[in-house]
């Protein structure tokens, strides 16, 4: 079987030539230092307004926890006020009863 194809001789200086056409192709898109260091200012100006913004809404968030932190504790001071007032109306109510059997008093009409 002839060879229908004819082999090419490439030589080294051809081939220096198309491994350097590649690189070039492939670096010619590449981003160089300064347009990244451009890139990183931009990015950092962008952000400041973000970090001012943040740091405002955690000073917002802290304000709403302290506040927060108040209404829980006066609410539970008012149930353990409630809870001894309702404690002492029980005493009560149980010491009027017995007052009252004891003078022969009907209570009930009197409380309802």
Do not use: C
């Amino acid at each position: 079987m002839a060879e229908s194809k004819k082999q090419k001789n490439i030589t080294i200086e051809t081939l220096a030539v198309m491994v350097a056409k590649g690189f070039n192709d492939v670096t010619s898109n590449m981003a160089l230092k300064k347009d990244l260091d451009l890139l990183h200012v931009e990015f950092k100006q962008q952000l400041e307004p973000i970090k001012k913004q943040l740091a405002g809404i955690r000073s917002t968030v802290d304000s709403h926890t302290t506040s927060l932190d108040a209404i829980v504790k006066n609410t539970n001071d008012w149930n353990i006020e409630m809870t001894v007032m309702r404690e002492r109306m029980d005493k009560y109510e149980k010491a009027i009863k017995l007052v009252a059997d004891k003078l022969n008093v009907n209570i009930e009409n009197i409380l309802h």
